[in-house]
């Protein structure tokens, strides 16, 4: 049975589509938990690389500022010694080559650097070389970039290549009292530059008449953020220039990835989190369902009667009203039969109450098959009496009344209790009203219970029906 568009329906369908956009989707708040997280921790990641990654880079510019000083110390103190050598020389002119060596052996070797000595005594062709340290810079024929040196006039320092070995060559005096200093650059490098050795850095020297470098040591992927370079003035003037760069090796051992473990904390958190929430939103979910499915049933409570599915009195009520207003509206009759099963209360006595139950589905049941327009409105108003609201009905209402009671007695239902022929049956009082503003639901309701009175005074198992029309006497059938 269905209300007219008058009566108050919740139609579900509708609120659902105005809360929620057709077509938009809602991002799962654990979806977005896990991505805020990842992305966070990968920002803080990045920054605490950054900062060790520059921490270590500090500390590799530590280093090398201390592998600089002491390779600028040895390399001054080593001119300091060659000029000492020289002053000596300068003083003593008339010293044998013998001598030199021997002075040179005590000035300039317990400081090392410088590996050999040439000098051209007075009286001499060609210079004399000979050894200071245990190096093997000295070869059996001078170098011509050696003597060109050597037969220069200024105080200079050169690096020249001797074979496969790079050398300092320090020029000094004049004339007679014309000497070199060769220096091992290799060894003078791998002395001083401790730390860069140690930790396999990369080390390039460059001169300033020079766009490559003449010494290079190390090798490896350089870290290009790392690089930096060292200018060193020697005592004439001249600058050489060291530059360092750390290897990607190198940088990594200094590091302690303490950022990678705040990184991968923090995306098993945010994952943890997310699972969490996740299970908490289904959860809620659950929930929700329930309470929409316990907010239907009592929806359904509410208008309905729980044991025949029925109308229940309460909606009865608000249909009956509308439907008497707008009877008065559209000018049309409107009917009403109001059905109680004779001697239920005996019924219920002698078979129990849940066998009184199953009489009031069977024949709910039963007036169900009865009724068939769609605006038709089967109620249950109490324990044993059903109710009819039947718009636009006139006089044919009886016809509804005979069917129905008919219905109810080809059940055969059977009635111990009853004494007259053993089966159940039904009374009904029947009423049509007229739409005038005498057509209430007060009115419609009264004058069918006292119908519905008078077929159960009268024995039961009938229907009293009252007919109002407004142009003839008022009808009242008793069957």
Known sequence: MSVSDETPTLDKSSSE???TPKGKKRIDVAVAFVLCGALFSLLIFLYMFKQERDTAIQGFHVQIAQDTARFEQRLAYSFYNVASLQAYLDLSPQMAGMDLSAVASRIV??????????????????????????????????????????????????????GERSVIVRASGAGAQRMLALLDLDNLIKTTLLNSVENELVVHLFTAAANEPVYSLGQGTVAEDSITDKTITLLDGSELTLSFAATESYLAGKMNYTSLFFLLTGLLLSFLLASYLKRLSQHLKRLKDEQDIMSEQMIDTSWNDPLTGLVNRTHFDEALDIECRRAVREFSPLSMILLRIDDFTQYSEHYGVDAADILVQRISETLKSCVSRPGDILARVDESQFGFILPSTNELVVQLAERCSLAVRTLALPNESEAKDLCVTVSLGVVTLQPTRLLTAERLFDTTMQQLEQAREAGGDQYNAYIENSTEPSLTYSV
């Open 109 to 162: 070797n317990p400081h090392q650097g410088v590996e050999a000595l040439l000098w051209l005594p007075e009286g001499q062709l060609n210079p004399t070389q000979f050894s200071v340290a245990e190096g093997a810079v000295v070869t059996d024929s001078l170098d011509p970039a050696v003597v060109d040196i050597f037969n220069g006039e200024s105080v200079t320092s050169q690096i020249v290549q001797l």
């Open 17 to 19: 589509s105005s809360t």
